[in-house]
């Protein structure tokens, strides 16, 4: 059986010491292969200028149960 992938992409901040999850996230939810979702990823131009705060682009196990 092939395993799935949803995109996740999740906000977080940085306070100082630690990047910590500030609570924001959305998810593509058409499942996919890995490969076909790490493909999107590397289809974003990353520009990490913000000291406070980045977003994580993440492919999740998909687990439909």
Same mark, same amino acid.
């Given at each position: =059986? @092939? *395993?799935?992938f949803v995109?996740v %992409? &999740?906000? $977080? /901040?940085? +306070?100082? &010491?630690? $990047? %910590?999850? %500030? /609570? +924001? #996230? =959305?998810?593509?939810? #058409?499942p =996919?292969t890995e490969e076909?979702c790490?493909y !999107? !990823?590397d289809?974003? %131009? *990353?520009?990490?200028?913000n @000291?406070y705060y980045?977003?994580?682009?993440?492919? !999740?196990?998909?687990?439909? *149960?």
């Amino acid at each position: =059986m @092939t *395993k799935l992938f949803v995109l996740v %992409v &999740s906000l $977080w /901040g940085y +306070n100082g &010491s630690d $990047w %910590v999850y %500030v /609570g +924001n #996230q =959305m998810s593509y939810k #058409q499942p =996919m292969t890995e490969e076909a979702c790490e493909y !999107i !990823i590397d289809q974003f %131009v *990353k520009y990490e200028d913000n @000291t406070y705060y980045r977003f994580s682009l993440e492919c !999740i196990e998909y687990n439909d *149960k």
